[in-house]
């Protein structure tokens, strides 16, 4: 059984900072591409951000030059610094990717999400 538990979100300024974390845990063999994914109510959900197992790292244009992912494959763990909040980034932030449990079956998991509201 894999998991995937994001932290971090919360109420923030415009113009303020989160660091959103992805913990991944369970029977694990290895993480491939991970994602920060994000939906607002009446919206789609969207990518933000995702990150492969090497480190080579893609982003939306929305959050070009604000948010950085990162991971710690070791830890099993992938971040998301959000900086230069705008109220437009306010929506659920979803960690999702794919992972090869320890029965070698690949598959496509996702968390339960963290709220981010960015509001004065």
């Known amino acids: 059984q894999v998991q995937l538990v994001e932290s971090g979100g919360g109420l923030v300024q415009p113009g303020g900072s989160l660091r959103l974390s992805c913990a991944a845990s369970?029977?694990?063999?290895?993480?491939?591409?991970m994602g920060w994914y994000r939906q607002a109510p009446g919206k789609r959900r969207e990518l933000v951000a995702e990150?492969?197992?090497?480190?080579?790292?893609n982003y939306a244009d929305f959050v070009k030059g604000r948010f950085t992912i990162s991971r710690d494959n070791a830890k099993y763990m992938v971040y998301l610094q959000m900086n230069s909040l705008k109220p437009d980034d306010t929506a659920t932030y979803y960690c999702g990717g794919d992972i090869k449990d320890s029965g070698a079956v690949l598959r496509n998991y996702w968390g339960q999400g963290t709220q981010v509201t960015v509001s004065s």
């Open positions: 990150i492969t197992r090497g480190g080579i790292t």
């Open positions: 369970g029977s694990i063999l290895s993480i491939y591409t």
